[in-house]
Structure formats: structure tokens, C-alpha cells
């Protein structure tokens, strides 16, 4: 166990439809990272927070956004989405916001699937 | 251009046999980190073993090591004495310079043959 949480596990939505992902970082870490996985991208970072601030963004869509609140746990907001989102969307945090020496901690991820 | 690439999609080993996945890496930042991660058929990533870029031997933990060749910018995985329950997909992934970011190879999927 990895101290990061993730909610739901799972989630089956239909297209165009709006959904939010939560995660809640280990303990003390200020970093949250967003990954998505799926069969055609592989792992792609989507985003970060530090302490509340959005730090780095890669491969986000516009259709996504996120945030990271005070009490430092995260949430990703995918809308208007389409089949090509579904995938596993993990969440990892770490107690520094970068370094190559930086220890990364994920969490088990969210399976979304999009009808 | 393929930051990390992981040219073996799938390797299978016998049961108690060592066993080497691949990882070229490129990157014109002198600090980098480089990682290896196990995610089973269950979904979760784990963190395997680290080597940065100053590092002057190679990682090492448990049966995991890191075979580090700078020059070459490889950095391949062996585990020794493979079990059955290391059959899984191994990323190899890195980080840069000051980011927070991964960027992670496509992943190698390795059979234990018992």
C-alpha cells in the first residue's frame, strides 16, 4: 500500500457526460501528479500540483482540468467525454514538487470507461 | 522523439532463471532519474529501483538491479531467480532536471514459465 488513495476504483459513465476523480496524497506529500494510461498512449503525465499551485502540465486536454486544495488531496474534472478517454488514470504523489532524485508514490487508479 | 524506449514488448523467462529488460533513455539535461516500475495484471504500479545520473554504481534491491551504462544511455532491469509472480508489465521511466514529471517507456510484459 502506497499511502495514495484513490476514489472511485471504478467508473462507467456514457459520452458527454462529466465526471471527477479523486485522489488524496500520502501523508506530508505536497506533489500530486496525474497520469493517464491507456492502450494506444501508454502513460502519459497529464498534470501537477505543489502545494496548491499547478506546477507542470503535459498531455492535458482542454476538455480536463484539475486542482488541489488545501487540505491537499486533488481532483481531475474530465467533461464532454468521449470514448478515447477511457482509460486508467492514476495518481501519484511525492513530498518535493521535482528532482530526478524525487520518489514517486502511486495510487491503485481509477478505471473509467466511457459507453 | 522517444525519450524512453522499451524495445522488448514481451519476454518470457523459466521459473529460477535471470532475466533483463531493456531501457534506452535520451536526454541532454546532465540530472536525470531513472526508474523502474512492476504493474501486475491488477493494475497498481510499484516502484521497483532508482539510479540517477551521478550515481557511480549500479542499483541494487533485492533481486532487482539496475545495469546503468551512461555512455550508452541504458538502463536495463535484471531480476535474478525469477518467480511466478513477477509475470507482469515493467515500465522503465524517467525524470529530468527539476521536473516532477515521468515520462515512461511503452513497457515490457514478462512471462514466468514455471
Known amino acids: 500500500d502506497s499511502g495514495v488513495t484513490q476514489t472511485p476504483k471504478h467508473l462507467i459513465t456514457a459520452t458527454g457526460q462529466r465526471v471527477t476523480l479523486r485522489c488524496s496524497p500520502r501523508?506530508?506529500?505536497?506533489?500530486v501528479y496525474w497520469y493517464q494510461q491507456s492502450l494506444d498512449q501508454g502513460l502519459q503525465f497529464l498534470i501537477q500540483?505543489?502545494?496548491?499551485?499547478?506546477?507542470a502540465k503535459g498531455n492535458i486536454l482542454e476538455r480536463f482540468s484539475a486542482q488541489q486544495f488545501p487540505d491537499l488531496h486533488s481532483e481531475l474534472n474530465l467533461s464532454s467525454l468521449e470514448l478515447g478517454d477511457s482509460a486508467l488514470y492514476f495518481c501519484a504523489s511525492s513530498g518535493q514538487h521535482g528532482g530526478s532524485y524525487n520518489e514517486q508514490f502511486f495510487g491503485p487508479g481509477t478505471r473509467l470507461t466511457v459507453l | 522523439a522517444q525519450k524512453i524506449t522499451q524495445t522488448q514488448p514481451g519476454m518470457f523467462v523459466q521459473e529460477k532463471e535471470a532475466v533483463t529488460l531493456d531501457c534506452t533513455y535520451d536526454t541532454s539535461d546532465p540530472s536525470y532519474g531513472l526508474f523502474w516500475y512492476k504493474q501486475p495484471s491488477s493494475g497498481e504500479m510499484i516502484f521497483l529501483i532508482y539510479?540517477?545520473?551521478?550515481?557511480?554504481q549500479n542499483a541494487t534491491e533485492g533481486r532487482y538491479s539496475l545495469n546503468f551504462q551512461k555512455a550508452r544511455k541504458s538502463a536495463n532491469l535484471v531480476i535474478s531467480a525469477s518467480q511466478l509472480g513477477d509475470s507482469a508489465m515493467y515500465f522503465c521511466?524517467?525524470?529530468?532536471?527539476?521536473?516532477?514529471?515521468?515520462?515512461f517507456g511503452d513497457g515490457t510484459t514478462l512471462t514466468v514459465k514455471p
Open positions: 501523508s506530508g506529500d505536497l506533489s
Open positions: 539510479q540517477g545520473s551521478y550515481d557511480q
Open positions: 521511466a524517467m525524470r529530468e532536471g527539476n521536473a516532477g514529471k515521468s515520462t
Open positions: 500540483y505543489y502545494n496548491g499551485e499547478e506546477r
